[in-house]
């Protein structure tokens, strides 16, 4: 609780980190589950014109996910996101955060994200979400204990230049579609 706003922050589990940044998104524990994002890869598994070609590996790794541990792509996101009515942007990032306009439009910002972990050994990516819930923004990273309120937009533009430098891609989330 922040302030007195409630704020629901869904933590890490396994490779989730695309379902926890939904449901952080729409603020609600089931707004997706596992069994809507497996639906909607599925979906797009038996539209893929590569099918063919699949391997006996891609049982367990599928183009679009790991049926195991989750580790969702960028078209679950979009997929799940036109299911709910919304539209995703990808920023240009050559142009920077300055940019990006943080008005009533955006519903939010979907970042993918490079990890390193085990010295390096282990590179990945990880989706976060950053929202704005009552005139204040945060970041509602999974991996966080909980979310971070950031103390303006200008704090959030820094944090988005650096996140861009990083390698970051930003996906932004508006209402409107």
């Known amino acids: 609780m922040e302030g007195g706003t409630k704020i629901y922050h869904e933590r890490q589990r396994l490779q989730f980190c695309l379902l926890h940044s939904?449901?952080?998104l729409f603020q609600g524990k089931d707004a997706f589950t596992r069994a809507d994002l497996n639906s909607i890869a599925e979906k797009?598994?038996?539209d893929d014109p590569n099918r063919?070609?699949?391997t006996p590996v891609s049982v367990v790794f599928k183009p679009h996910h790991n049926a195991i541990t989750g580790n969702?792509?960028?078209n679950i996101l979009i997929a799940a996101l036109e299911q709910k009515g919304k539209t995703v942007v990808w920023h240009d990032k050559r142009n920077g955060a300055p940019s990006i306009v943080l008005d009533d439009r955006l519903m939010g910002i979907v970042l993918n994200v490079p990890v390193?972990?085990?010295g390096g050994l282990w590179r990945s990516r990880h989706w976060v979400t950053?929202?704005?819930i009552q005139g204040v923004w945060y970041?509602?990273?999974s991996d966080f204990a909980s979310p971070y309120a950031f103390k303006d937009t200008q704090e959030v533009g820094e944090f988005l230049d650096g996140i861009i430098a990083a390698g970051a891609e930003v996906l932004l989330v508006m209402?409107?579609?």
């Open 130 to 132: 950053l929202r704005c």
């Open 22 to 24: 939904l449901n952080n």
């Open 52 to 54: 063919g070609s699949w």
């Open 139 to 141: 970041n509602l990273d």
């Open 116 to 118: 390193r972990k085990f």
């Open 72 to 74: 969702y792509d960028i």
């Open 175 to 177: 209402n409107d579609k």
């Open 44 to 46: 797009l598994d038996i």
